[in-house]
């Protein structure tokens, strides 16, 4: 089962690499989402895929699943969904200023 997880974690990064490097903002966006999607994954890859009782230990508990990558994950899904809502925030703005999504005319002139 870790083998079809590390090649679908591989998946989100590869198509989130190459959404990053696009020139459209919207796509810039899709990227940094599926980059996101994939660290979920890798977090609950690292810790291995158990089964096992509930991570509570009891005096009958002979068993249990660490709690600590379940709480990683929540916590990293509270951050990108934050990041993702400002990332959309910003380029909803940039695009009602400026009328385009392509970065190269978001950089304007002066860079060059």
Do not use: C, N, W
């Not at 909803?92 to 860079?111: F, H």
């Amino acid at each position: 089962m870790e083998l079809y997880m590390s090649l679908a974690i591989g998946v989100l990064f590869t198509v989130g690499v190459y959404l990053l490097l696009s020139k459209s903002l919207l796509r810039i966006l899709l990227g940094t989402s599926l980059m996101t999607h994939g660290v979920h994954l890798l977090l609950l890859t690292m810790s291995r895929l158990k089964t096992g009782a509930a991570p509570l230990l009891g005096e009958k508990a002979e068993s249990y699943i660490d709690p600590i990558p379940q709480a990683l994950i929540l916590t990293s899904i509270v951050i990108s969904f934050g990041v993702t809502s400002f990332f959309i925030v910003l380029a909803y703005k940039a695009y009602q200023k400026l009328g385009t999504d392509d970065m190269e005319q978001l950089r304007g002139d002066g860079d060059e």
